[in-house]
């Protein structure tokens, strides 16, 4: 084992290998339903419950987000990849599209459907760290799916069959 200094491309390395939960953060903004993918999210108080996001500054989804008065976080199930791909990959207006998801009760929050876990959470604190938005978010509600498990980023390719 050797170590070195925190290069950006090894450091950058180090944390795709770092399991995380894959999760979405979503909420109905101006009657349009935003989402992002995120691999920060964290559990940081039990009482009151409260978890946060780590949101690079350079998201142009995090500006729209902000504005809600609650956003739905939604922990991927481990049979969900291909959900966190296509809302990675598909420019804003879109990554909802085909997804299945419900709208809270308080029409704001967005949950992706067949997730194995849902929060719904309003917006806390906001700090700014490094190159990120850190955000708090205290929980309003938590629903958990036991028959699935969480995805976890790296993304492993499922076996075929």
């Known amino acids: 084992m050797t170590s070195a200094p925190a290069a950006a491309e090894v450091t950058r390395h180090c944390y795709a290998r770092h399991p995380a939960a894959v999760a979405v953060v979503a909420a109905v903004v101006g009657g349009t339903g935003q989402a992002m993918v995120c691999t920060s999210l964290n559990a940081v108080s039990l009482s009151p419950p409260i978890m946060s996001v780590a949101i690079r500054k350079e998201s142009t989804t ?23 791909f296509r809302i990675a990959r598909r420019p ?63 993304i492993r390719s499922r076996p075929a069959g």
């Open 62 to 84: 995090w500006p729209l987000l902000r504005t809600a008065e609650t956003v739905g976080v939604s922990v991927l199930s481990d049979l969900q990849d291909d959900v966190a």
């Open 92 to 154: 804003a207006a879109e990554r909802l599209n085909d997804i299945p998801v419900v709208v809270a009760a308080d029409g704001t929050a967005v949950h992706v459907l067949g997730a194995a876990l849902h929060y719904r959470c309003r917006l806390g604190t906001t700090s700014e760290v490094g190159d990120h938005w850190l955000v708090t978010l205290p929980v309003l509600t938590s629903t958990s799916h036991d028959d699935v498990n969480p995805l976890v980023f790296p």
